[in-house]
């Protein structure tokens, strides 16, 4: 079943991902809005030529765009090819070698989100681990020295809090381990 630009776009702002489920338009409408920026739908219009679009402002082309595509046979298809070609480019200008990631990521085994999207300790993971670093092996030991030094905080300032000296000598034993493994 066919559903309009709107009906999407409403079930995006109540965040009912669920909707988008095993729904072609749906799908549409989620890769339109991915590449709704000025730059972007320039790019895709102009390697797109055949599509005619006349609305001047973002959200007329983006309607336009959606509808076009969903009558197109090979809409999804375009908009792969596109996505797809932006994320290789992407990958090229940080040099990332997207084999190793490939493998690495079949390392990862679960993470589970703590709280909402909106949660600022996975806003900081995502962008000072996931997207600087490429490579399993590097993630693992940047993530391993700040859990040493973030327990060595802890300790040192419970210790000093305590006055228990034990304490500051079980942070070093483990500082001291931690850096030997």
């Known amino acids: 079943m066919n559903r309009t630009f709107e009906y999407w776009d409403q079930q995006f702002l109540n965040n009912n991902q669920f909707a988008f489920n095993n729904e072609i338009s749906g799908l549409i409408w989620l890769k339109v809005r991915a590449i709704n920026r000025k730059k972007q739908l320039n790019n895709f219009l102009d390697r797109n030529p055949d599509l005619s679009i006349l609305g001047k402002k973002q959200k007329e082309i983006g309607i336009e765009l959606y509808n076009e595509l969903l009558s197109l046979p090979n809409g999804m298809q375009r ?4 996505l797809l070609d932006r994320s290789q480019e992407t990958y090229a200008l940080k040099n990332v070698d997207v084999a190793r990631l490939k493998n690495d990521l079949y390392k990862v085994t679960s993470y ?5 999207q909106n949660n600022s300790l996975d806003k900081f993971l995502v962008s000072h681990y996931v997207k ?11 993530s391993q020295l700040r859990l040493v030094l973030m327990l060595g905080i802890m300790f040192r300032i419970v210790g000093i809090i305590t006055g ?3 304490l500051l000598r079980l942070f070093l034993k483990v500082t001291k381990e931690s850096f030997l493994l």
Do not use: A, T, V, Y
Request: net charge negative; aromatic share 14%.
């Open 79 to 82: 908009l792969d090819d596109f």
């Open 112 to 116: 589970n989100w703590g709280g909402d």
């Open 132 to 142: 600087p670093i490429s490579s399993f092996e590097e993630l693992s030991c940047q």
């Open 164 to 166: 228990h000296h034990i």
